[in-house]
């Protein structure tokens, strides 16, 4: 923006600190610029905050958040309370390309997300300086890369977040994990992986994607470049993927890696009607049999399950046009992205 302006550069560090520190709305609001400069500004930028459109909160603590987005399309994120730290969950489009069968998200895609749109959500939810902030939400992160690396250096450099505290997860898109490591950046990456073989996880997946092995090839060679560990997703599904021969191929796949990882086993999320969650003893035996064979895995503690907190839900029950609902903004919150500057 302020380059564009012909601008000082000091003027371009003056408007990211409005926007992306004190929360600003307006250009109005950033009284330290001469008045001449923002009304310049008014004319030719928009500074478009993301509008909450319905907020759901667990007993937890956890809540989630429906956006409605400049063009009446619909996103979520979640906020989840720790005792000692927070965690925002974003998304990067709106719908997912992808297809898993098992998720709510996948039923349709319509575009990505402006990295403005991607950062307005962090923006809105944040408490602390510095959350971690997980692209777990609806899409596939790494197939909105141009405006997921943007918003990945903007909440880094100019929000403060460390990128320790930042994790993109994918299903597996090889090139982006690729350039994800060659941003120099100390990132985390989760790769959800679903399936102990490429014949149940093409079943599970119906995106066109490439063999596991490639994918962990990709996982090592982001591994060497950023020496950050890489975790993986497993959702739990019963009688699908969750029998003790599977945890076994699970275990020899995993066990091959030459890299750091740690497994996640995550039993669904009960989102769409033809999969079930398999049962509490199932799961303990399912990671009972992976520690066994030598694999770091732990079942992740369930959140925000009687709020519709899996990827999608919220947006599928309420894109049948509803009217808005007026919700407070999180204390201290105000600001979107800037709308022009993230395009």
Known sequence: MASGMGLEPYRGRQLA?????????????????????????????AITPLRIQETRRDADGTTKYLFE?????????????????????????????????FCASGKDFVRSLTAGEIIGQVLLLRRE???????????????????????????NR??????????????GITRGI???????????????LHAPDDKIRRQLIRAAL??????????????????RRISFEYVLLSG?????EQAESLAR?????????????????????????????????????LKERGINATVRKERGRDIQAACGQLRRRRAASKPSLKVELPPGNSAGGPEKCSQ
């Open 17 to 45: 600190g409005w926007i992306y520190r004190k929360g600003a709305t307006s250009f109005e609001a950033m009284t330290d610029l001469p008045k001449e400069l923002r009304e310049r500004l008014s004319q030719q930028f």
């Open 210 to 227: 490439p063999p596991i092995r490639d994918v962990l090839k990709a996982a090592e060679q982001f591994f060497q470049k950023t020496g």
């Open 240 to 244: 699908v993927n969750d029998l003790p």
């Open 69 to 101: 987005l400049p063009d009446a399309e619909l996103i979520e994120a979640v906020w989840l309370p720790h005792r000692d730290w927070e965690t925002i969950c974003v998304s990067t489009q709106v719908g997912c390309p992808i297809g898993c069968a």
């Open 178 to 192: 690729r350039e994800l490591a060659d941003l120099g950046m100390e990132l985390n990456l989760a790769i959800s």
């Open 129 to 155: 300086v510095s959350p971690n902030v997980v692209f777990m939400g609806i899409g596939e992160p790494l197939l909105n890369r141009k405006q997921l690396f943007q918003a990945l250096e903007v909440l």
């Open 158 to 171: 100019e929000v403060g977040i460390g990128a320790r505290n930042l994790t993109v997860s994918t299903v």
């Open 253 to 289: 796949l995993l066990k091959a890696c030459e890299f750091k990882l740690h497994l996640n086993l995550i039993p669904y999320n009960e989102a769409v009607a033809e999969f079930k969650r398999p049962a509490p003893e199932r799961v303990k035996e399912f990671q009972q049999r």
